[in-house]
Antibody, heavy 123, light 106 residues
Framework: QVQLVESGGGVVQPGRSLRLSCAAS????????MHWVRQAPGKGLEWVTF????????YYADSVKGRFTISRDNSKNTLYLQMNSLRAEDTAVYYC????????????????WGQGALVTVSS | ETMLTQSPGTLSLSPGERATLSCRAS??????LAWYQQKPGQAPRLLIS???TRATGIPDRFSGSGSGTDFTLIISRLEPEDCAVYYC????????FGGGTKVEIK
């Protein structure tokens, strides 16, 4: 079955950087687009970024554009999120999620989610 | 950006009752609408995609309908394990989520 396991969360000071990883298994990782979605404490879900199956394009929410970078290593079945210039409002649980669309190059709904990694931005 | 408005904010019902959750989009998203269930401390779980297609393993008491701007999730006979927050999500124009509807079981 599909498994997505996030790691790399923690407490970081404002302005600093952090990198999240998402290890994927149970499906052909190189054939699916992947997303990061976040959820601030007690709040709703917010889509953050998407990368197609081949990494050919990257899409970002306005709230993170220019600060966050999504990438993937298909040889390692791993998705990454590099977060720079972190702000207090970036505090959230970050989920990686598998897109359902396969090799479409575009996004669809999310059919599997990891358990999330908590990122706390605080001095 | 396409905004999604969910109503009501909270729904409190008894086991066996029918729950009707609404999701309204600020512009047409065709049928590019999904529903997720999130229980406390857990990741969201896909219930419905393409407005009305149940995901694998989802009980048939969950059903979705609608197209364009108005969508509905119905839980036909509430069970205690249905206590959760339900989010709609559109993927027709960028990617956005509704604010969620909390379903409480009396």
């Amino acid at each position: 079955q599909v498994q997505l396991v996030e790691s790399g969360g923690g407490v970081v000071q404002p302005g600093r950087s952090l990198r999240l990883s998402c290890a994927a298994s149970g499906f052909t990782f190189s054939s699916y687009g992947m997303h990061w979605v976040r959820q601030a404490p007690g709040k709703g879900l917010e889509w953050v970024t998407f990368i197609p199956y081949d990494g050919s394009n990257k899409y970002y929410a306005d709230s993170v554009k220019g600060r966050f970078t999504i990438s993937r290593d298909n040889s390692k079945n791993t998705l990454y999120l590099q977060m720079n210039s972190l702000r207090a409002e970036d505090t959230a649980v970050y989920y990686c999620a598998k897109d359902s669309g396969g090799k479409s190059g575009s996004w669809y709904h999310f059919d599997s989610w990891g358990q999330g990694a908590l990122v706390t931005v605080s001095s | 950006e396409t905004m999604l408005t969910q109503s009501p904010g909270t729904l409190s019902l008894s086991p066996g009752e029918r729950a009707t959750l609404s999701c309204r989009a600020s512009q047409s998203v065709s049928s590019y609408l999904a529903w997720y269930q999130q229980k406390p401390g857990q990741a969201p779980r896909l219930l419905i995609s393409a407005a009305s297609t149940r995901a694998t393993g989802i009980p048939d008491r969950f059903s979705g309908s609608g197209s364009g701007t108005d969508f509905t999730l119905i839980i036909s006979r509430l069970e205690p394990e249905d206590c959760a927050v339900y989010y709609c999500h559109q993927y027709g124009s960028s990617l956005t989520f509704g604010g969620g509807t909390k379903v409480e079981i009396k």
